[in-house]
């Protein structure tokens, strides 16, 4: 089980520890990210659906997000924050339709409500990366590259349409004995996925200091960790000596990368080869021109819904 969050409380002693329930009905397409971000504040596990048939259906077009958060904090207040932390999400991603959605808070009786995602979650594919949790037995291919992923931690089950584009890129580019970098690494996994497709070494970073726990728990699990250097903290988290490396990912907001593109670009050897994600298509032209003036060459943007994931090398 992955770290419990920062926000997450222990009972005291012999008193039993008491689960609150955090429902969100989220338009499709957006369910990671408010997961993500919900996750990160409240909670130990994730779930995605009714509780059961008998449960209210969700409109059709919305998904239910239900995260599980521990301790004694009142539900009013839980109700209060989770609204903050979606109004933020909406104008961070300029997404009107997370700004108002209805939150629902209730009290659950005592269960290990921290892994009731397994119930749920399924393995799935990427091309031949298969996604799989380290707690169930999973049937693979011959050809299958498998990425065991903790999926009920506040980082991301790895489904979201943004880490699929990267990790097409990621098994279709690396050709072997790389050196990487992973700028906003999250869990981790676009850095492991690139490491068993045979990169050499992956230096991730990311501004959360949660983040890098979740990342070497991952890294540790999948065999890779010795060859993963993961730090918390932004660019500065970097020296001199961490350059030219032969890709660079960055999976993160479109304001993000139009701020950081020559940060990015810098740490790009002559040769090197970017993926870049999380880009809303609202920000396309201004992404766009950001990273040109970076000095780098976009070969290919994918678009999957409101996302555009680009690829590309240096101006030579």
């Not at 050709?175 to 700028?183: F, H, I, K, Q, T």
């Not at 250097?229 to 000596?241: N, T």
């Amino acid at each position: 089980m992955s770290e419990p969050s920062r926000t997450s409380g222990a009972a005291p002693p012999g008193v039993p520890l008491v689960w609150r329930e955090i429902a969100v009905r989220v338009p499709e397409g957006w369910q990671e990210l408010v997961a993500e971000r919900l996750a990160a504040c409240f909670a130990s596990g994730v779930v995605f659906g009714r509780a059961s048939l008998a449960s209210e259906p969700v409109p059709e077009g919305f998904e239910l997000v239900r995260v599980f958060a521990a301790g004694a904090r009142e539900l009013a207040e839980l109700q209060r924050e989770a609204r903050a932390e979606l109004a933020a999400l909406a104008e961070r991603t300029d997404a009107i339709e997370l700004a108002e959605l209805e939150v629902s808070v209730r009290e659950l009786p005592p269960e290990d409500f921290a892994r009731s995602w397994e119930k749920r979650w399924k393995p799935f594919r990427v091309g031949r990366i298969a996604v799989v949790s380290p707690h169930a037995s999973s049937k693979l291919r011959a050809h299958d590259l498998e990425l065991r992923l903790e999926p009920g931690g506040a980082f991301g089950t790895g489904r979201h349409t943004t880490t699929r584009s990267c990790l097409r890129v990621i098994q279709r580019r690396i050709v072997g004995g790389e050196r990487v970098l992973d700028a906003g690494c999250g869990n981790g996994v676009l850095a492991v996925a690139a490491l068993l497709c045979g990169a050499e070494r992956a230096l991730g970073f990311d501004v959360d200091p949660h983040a890098v726990p979740y990342a070497a728990a991952l890294a540790r699990e999948n065999r890779v960790l010795d060859r993963c250097d993961l730090r918390a903290g932004g660019f500065e988290a970097l020296s001199e000596r961490d350059a030219h490396f032969d890709a660079v990912f960055a999976n993160i907001y479109a304001d993000l990368i139009q701020r950081h593109a020559a940060e990015l670009a810098s740490r790009l050897a002559p040769h090197g080869w970017f993926v870049f994600s999380g880009c809303h298509r609202d920000h396309r032209a201004a992404t766009e021109a950001a990273i040109a003036a970076a000095g780098l060459v976009i070969e290919a943007r994918a678009s999957t819904g409101r996302w555009d994931t680009y690829e590309g090398r240096r101006r030579r």
